[in-house]
T-cell receptor
Framework: DQQVKQNSPSLSVQEGRISILNCDYT??????FLWYKKYPAEGPTFLIS?????DKNEDGRFTVFLNKSAKHLSLHIVPSQPGDSAVYFC??????????????FGKGTRLSVIA | DAEITQSPRHKITETGRQVTLACHQT?????MFWYRQDLGHGLRLIHY???????NKGEVSDGYSVSRSNTEDLPLTLESAASSQTSVYFC???????????FGPGTRLTVT
């Protein structure tokens, strides 16, 4: 059973517009959430994270929103640029006494930003 | 600069051979992880370690093993390579609680 779901395999957005990538999770123990960006033939790159004590975290053009009651998070990219074209992975972990559990990843969403 | 490296970057091997993929990080991170990426599956956890002499199985650990004899390295061994293990393998490390995992560049393994 998939604990982290990204239901949109792909998304196309015009340059300058907002990109919204969505992610749902089922495990209520998850309390730390991350987004990664991946270009072909490279490793995933950490983009932004949020802990469950917050509902929003912003870093430049990237904002992550967390809705705990709906078990949903989203990544907003404003404005979108052609260099943002990549696969975006949502990931989650649970905090234990000894530390965090390993990340559980969604299957990814391929974002294409069209000039 | 501190970093995480993987070697080799590309490997072709035959069914039944033993293969070891190397992962080395210079951040002095306690936590290290191995994932595989396959089309339609995203990233799936193979094995992980929270420190020297500590190893744990992940979601898809069958046919793989790891050992952690020092902080910097977590080699991944395929005991007897199978065609189903053709994949891209990523190593990652993290410093600990509520920290991101930082990924290496990946190793593309083909088992013929």
């Amino acid at each position: 059973d998939q604990q982290v779901k990204q239901n949109s395999p792909s998304l196309s957005v015009q340059e300058g517009r907002i990109s919204i990538l969505n992610c749902d999770y089922t495990n209520s123990m998850f309390d730390y959430f991350l987004w990664y960006k991946k270009y072909p033939a490279e490793g995933p790159t950490f983009l932004i994270s949020i802990s469950s004590i917050k509902d929003k975290n912003e870093d430049g053009r990237f904002t992550v929103f967390l809705n705990k009651s709906a078990k949903h998070l989203s990544l907003h990219i404003v404005p979108s640029q052609p260099g943002d074209s990549a696969v975006y992975f949502c990931a989650a972990s649970a905090q234990l006494y000894s530390g965090n559990t390993p990340l559980v990843f969604g299957k990814g969403t391929r974002l294409s930003v069209i000039a | 600069d501190a970093e995480i490296t993987q070697s080799p970057r590309h490997k072709i091997t035959e069914t039944g051979r033993q293969v070891t993929l190397a992962c080395h990080q210079t951040w002095n991170h306690n936590n290290m992880f191995w994932y595989r990426q396959d089309l339609g599956h995203g990233l799936r956890l193979i094995h992980y370690s929270y420190g020297v002499q500590d190893t744990n199985k992940g979601e898809v650990s069958d046919g793989y093993s790891v050992s952690r004899s020092n902080t910097e390295d977590l080699p991944l061994t395929l005991e007897s390579a199978a065609s189903s293990q053709t994949s891209v393998y990523f190593c990652a490390s993290s410093p600990g609680r509520d920290s991101p995992e930082y990924f290496g560049p990946g190793t593309r393994l083909t088992v013929t």
